[in-house]
């Protein structure tokens, strides 16, 4: 059965931008998995804009919720994960000054350093997934290294299905792609920019066991409801 991961970071992000305690994202974290979310996404960023330490280790001691920890490669962060202990890691790129994750890792750059780290998390039995671009030969590299899944930057499927422009090329690299990853013996994820209308056309591939959704489902909450909108996107993955 597919499933839905939930993106908390924004939450967060209202609860800063007013130095106080509400909205709690450790009360999101339990909410959403009791309306229906598989798993909670937190993103530990260097610069801790919206997540913070004190949140991440306690939305990752909540007992029953499943957490996929996304992470830079720097060495203080990796340190940290190794401290909380989540369920799930996911190694992103992270830029200083970017305002979201604007792709997938340089996986040939590096290979060695992320290698290192794959086999850190192993040893503490976390499953460790690689955020890449829709790239075959990011996806052997995943394999070369033991990555246990790939999470595939649906950015640019994403904006081309919003701008209503061609994205049939987009969206074949990514088959192609979860094909090859899911021959290989890799889980495969998708996430980044996805809506209502992107994840019902990924759904189209198979090979996709999980959806991780964050911006647009804070941003839908507004209007009709963290409750409603993830009931919606478990209709749309199911």
């Known amino acids: 059965m597919r499933r839905l991961g939930v993106n908390i970071d924004h939450v967060a992000t209202l609860r800063n931008a007013r130095g106080e305690n509400h909205p709690d994202p450790v009360y999101a974290a339990k909410f959403a998995k009791k309306v229906g979310a598989d798993s909670i996404t937190i993103h530990l960023r260097e610069d801790r804009r919206h997540i913070n330490d004190a949140d991440a280790k306690k939305i990752c001691s ?9 992470i830079s490669t720097n060495s203080d962060i990796v340190k940290n994960a190794m401290k909380i202990k989540p369920n799930f890691i996911c190694i992103v790129p992270e830029k200083r000054k970017e305002i979201t994750t604007e792709g997938g890792l340089n996986l040939i750059k590096n290979k060695t350093t992320i290698q290192n780290i794959i086999k850190r998390f192993k040893k503490l039995n976390i499953r460790t997934s690689l955020f890449v671009n829709p790239s075959l030969k990011d996806i052997r590299i995943s394999k070369a290294i033991s990555a246990d899944c790939i999470e595939i930057h649906t950015g640019k499927l994403s904006n081309l299905i919003k701008t209503q422009k ?11 792609c979860s094909y090859l990853a899911n021959d290989l013996g890799i889980e495969v994820h998708a996430g980044h920019g996805l809506d209502y209308k992107t994840t019902k056309v990924l759904t189209r ?4 066991k999980e959806f991780n959704i964050g911006h647009f489902i804070i941003g839908e909450s507004i209007f009709l409801g963290l409750k409603n909108v993830i009931k919606k996107f478990k209709i749309i993955i199911k």
């Open 62 to 70: 909540i007992k029953g919720l499943l957490v996929n920890l996304e």
């Open 166 to 176: 061609n994205f049939s090329k987009e969206l074949k690299k990514i088959r192609e």
């Open 205 to 208: 591939i198979k090979e996709i």
